[in-house]
């Protein structure tokens, strides 16, 4: 009944910039976290950045200095800026949210995926 639906992904060229949007909806009590990951070709999925609901954030050390990571509670939104985009970023991101349906505990919810393609 919930679900995560990613934007903003393509190609781009080194150095430019992008911005991933994800949002969740459906029967949603309440988020904890909110995050992204990113799974590249012939590797594992990896954590890029993830924020709490009090706003602290959290980043890979691949990113850092170039990717910000935001959420607006009110739209259950999660934003990633992806800035100074290198080659080595290429690969399907994904979002993730830890949240609270109609159960009792919170579960770990994910998107379909959004590919980014960082060439030349």
């Known amino acids: 009944q919930v679900q995560l639906v990613e934007s903003g992904g393509g190609l781009v060229q080194p150095g430019g910039s992008l911005r991933l949007s994800c949002a969740a909806s459906?029967?949603?009590?309440?988020?904890?976290?909110m995050g992204w990951y990113r799974r590249a070709p012939g590797k594992q999925r990896v954590l890029v950045a993830d924020?709490?609901?009090?706003?602290?954030?959290n980043y890979a050390d691949a990113v850092k200095g170039r990717f910000t990571i935001s959420r607006d509670n009110a739209k259950n939104t999660v934003y990633l800026q992806m800035n100074n985009l290198k080659p080595e970023d290429t690969a399907v991101y994904y979002c993730?949210?830890?949240?609270?349906?109609?159960?009792?505990?919170?579960?770990?919810?994910w998107g379909q995926g959004t590919p980014v393609t960082v060439s030349s």
């Open positions: 924020i709490t609901n009090g706003g602290k954030t």
């Open positions: 993730s949210a830890g949240l609270r349906s109609t159960g009792r505990n919170y579960n770990n919810y």
């Open positions: 459906g029967s949603i009590f309440s988020i904890n976290f």
